[in-house]
C-alpha cells in the first residue's frame, strides 16, 4: 500500500455499487471512507484479521485467496471489473456475520480500492436499504439452512442407496450358507446312522479305516478335476448309478452326483469292495456318498461366509471406519470398494470395466470424502445409461498428480449445460428425483478440500469425469 486519499462522488457513481445513489448519499459514502492504492502482490485483506472493512475495487485487478486445511492456497480467477467487491461482505448481519475475513484480497496490478468501516457499511444498508436488508438477511440464512438441510438429504439419499445395494449382495450369500447349514444338519445326522451300521455289522477296523483313507481322497479331489460339461457329468452320472443298482444300492441315482463331483467312477467300485468285502460295500458306498456331500457343503457355507467377510471387508474401506480422516490411501482400494458397496445396483445389463495403472502411488487425501465422490460419479453414470451400456473406471498418473477417470456410454452432457453441472441445485433430472447437489459437493471435496481439479468432457454416448488430485500431502495438511 503507498498513497490514501478521498474520492470524488462522480467516480463513485461509475461503479455499479452506487450508480443509482443520490448525490447527498455518495457525499455521505465518500466521507465515511477512503482510497488506497495497492503496488503489484500487496495484500488488501487478510483471512482471519478482524473483518473491518468492506473493499470496492475502482481500478486495477484483484485475485481472491483462500487457506484450506487440506489444499493449501486456493486461487480464484482475477477480475479487474471496477465495482467488484470483498471483506466484510455480511457486516449488516451484525453478531450473526464473520467477526474475521473468510479469504484474502491480492492486488495482482497496481490497484485503487475505496475501503468502507464495516460499521459504517452495515449501518448505510440498514439505514438506506430496510427492506433489502431484511430480504438479504432471509436469504443469507434461509439459504444456509436450505443447502445444509439438502446437503444431510443428499448424503442420506446416498447412504440409503449403498445401504440397499449392501444388502442385496449380502442376502444371497447369506441365504446360501443358511441353506448349506440346514442341509448339513440332515446329512451329518444319515451319516451317523451309516456309520453305526457299519460298526454294526461288524467291519473290521483295518477296513474302516481304509473307506476313510477313500473318503479323504475324494474330498481332496473336490473342485480340482478337469472341467466337464453339462453333458458330460450327466452320462458320468448314469453310468454310475446303474453300476450302483447292480450291487443293490436302494436310492442308487440320488447317490450318484455326489460321487462323480468327486470324480468316482464305476472303476473304483471294486476298490471299495476290495477294500471293505462285498457285505460291507453297499453301507460303505452311501456312507462315502454323505461324506462327499457334506464336504461340498461345507464348501458353499465357506465361500459364502467369505464372500460376506469380502463385502463386510469393501464397507469399512468404503467408510473408512477406524481410520484417520487425513492419511495415505490407496485410490484403488477407495474405487473397488465404492463398486463392491453398488454391485447391488449395476443393472444386468450394465458392465463395469477397470483400468488401473498400479504404478500409481498413495495419495495423501480424506479417504471416506473421496468415496463420496466416486460414489457420486458412479450415481450419476448408472442413471445416465439406465439399462444397459459399460462403466469404465481408469487411472493414470503424471509427474504430480493422481488422476481417475469415470465414464458411461449414456446420451452425454448437452454443450448448453456444461458450464453449469457444478453449480449447486442444478439438476437435468425430474422434480423429487435428484437434488442437483452430488456434484456441487464433489466439487467442493475434490477442489476445496484436496486442493485438485474435476472436469467432464462428453459427446454422445460418452461421458468422462476426470479428477485431479495432489501425490503430495500439503503442508498445511499435516498441522
Not at 485487478?61 to 470483498?86: C, D, F, K, N, W
Not at 469399512?316 to 453398488?342: E, G, N, W
Not at 449414456?410 to 449445460?417: K, R, T
Request: charged share 25%.
Amino acid at each position: 500500500m503507498t498513497t490514501t486519499t478521498t474520492i470524488d462522488i462522480d467516480e463513485l457513481r461509475k461503479l455499479f455499487l452506487f450508480e443509482r445513489l443520490s448525490d447527498e448519499q455518495l457525499s455521505k459514502l465518500a466521507m465515511s471512507g477512503q482510497v488506497l492504492s495497492y503496488a503489484t502482490d500487496d495484500l488488501i485483506i487478510r483471512q482471519g484479521e478482524p473483518a473491518e472493512c468492506f473493499a470496492v475495487l475502482i481500478e486495477g485487478e484483484i485475485q481472491m485467496l483462500q487457506e484450506t486445511v487440506s489444499a493449501g492456497t486456493v486461487a480464484m480467477p482475477r477480475t479487474s471489473q471496477p465495482g467488484v467487491y470483498g471483506g466484510a461482505t455480511s457486516a449488516y448481519l451484525g453478531d450473526r456475520a464473520p467477526q474475521y475475513y473468510q479469504n484474502s484480497l491480492r492486488a495482482t496490478a497496481p490497484t485503487r480500492m475505496f475501503l468502507l468501516p464495516a460499521k459504517k457499511f452495515a449501518h448505510i444498508v440498514t439505514e438506506w436499504f430496510p427492506m433489502a436488508m431484511h430480504l438479504l438477511d432471509g436469504m443469507v440464512s434461509g439459504g444456509r439452512m436450505q443447502r445444509e438441510v439438502i446437503d444431510r438429504r443428499q448424503r442420506l439419499t446416498a447412504l440409503g442407496t449403498i445401504t440397499a445395494g449392501l444388502t442385496h449382495e449380502l442376502n444371497n450369500p447369506a441365504a446360501a450358507a443358511v441353506r448349506a447349514v440346514g442341509e448339513l444338519r440332515s446329512l451329518i445326522r444319515s451319516s451317523r446312522v451309516e456309520l453305526a451300521q457299519l460298526a454294526e455289522n461288524g467291519i473290521p477296523p483295518e477296513r474302516l479305516r481304509a473307506l476313510i483313507e477313500m473318503q479323504e481322497s475324494c474330498t481332496e479331489a473336490l473342485g480340482k478335476l478337469p472341467p466337464r460339461s453339462p453333458l458330460e457329468i450327466s452320462d458320468a452320472e448314469d453310468t454310475l448309478g446303474e453300476a450302483l443298482e447292480e450291487l443293490g444300492l436302494e436310492g442308487a441315482w440320488d447317490l450318484a452326483p455326489a460321487l462323480v463331483q468327486a470324480g468316482f467312477g464305476p472303476q473304483h467300485l471294486d476298490k471299495i469292495r476290495r477294500k471293505v468285502g462285498d457285505e460291507h460295500a453297499p453301507a460303505a458306498l452311501r456312507w462315502l456318498s454323505e461324506a462327499v456331500e457334506i464336504s461340498q457343503m461345507l464348501g458353499e457355507v465357506t465361500e459364502a461366509t467369505e464372500r460376506i467377510a469380502s463385502l463386510i471387508r469393501s464397507a469399512k474401506q468404503y467408510s473408512q471406519m477406524d481410520r484417520a480422516p487425513f492419511q495415505i490411501c490407496d485410490v484403488h482400494d477407495l474405487l473397488d470398494s465404492t463398486v463392491a458397496i453398488f454391485r447391488g445396483k449395476i443393472a444386468p445389463g450394465i458392465s463395469v470395466v477397470t483400468d488401473y495403472d498400479r504404478t500409481l502411488p498413495p495419495i495423501p487425501a480424506y479417504g471416506g470424502e473421496l468415496n463420496q465422490v466416486w460414489t457420486n460419479l458412479i450415481h450419476n453414470a448408472l442413471d445416465a445409461m439406465g439399462e444397459e451400456g459399460t462403466l469404465t473406471i481408469r487411472t493414470a498418473h503424471d509427474e504430480d498428480e493422481a488422476i481417475v477417470e469415470i465414464g458411461d456410454t449414456g446420451p452425454g452432457v448437452p454443450d448448453a449445460i456444461k458450464d453449469r453441472i457444478f453449480e449447486p441445485f442444478f439438476t437435468t433430472k425430474n422434480v423429487g428425483q435428484g437434488t442437483g447437489l452430488g456434484l456441487d459437493i464433489s466439487y467442493r471435496i475434490v477442489a476445496g478440500r484436496h486442493g485438485g481439479e474435476i472436469k467432464v468432457r462428453s459427446v454422445p454416448g460418452e461421458t468422462w469425469f476426470e479428477v485431479r488430485l495432489p501425490l503430495r500431502e500439503p503442508a498445511t495438511a499435516a498441522s
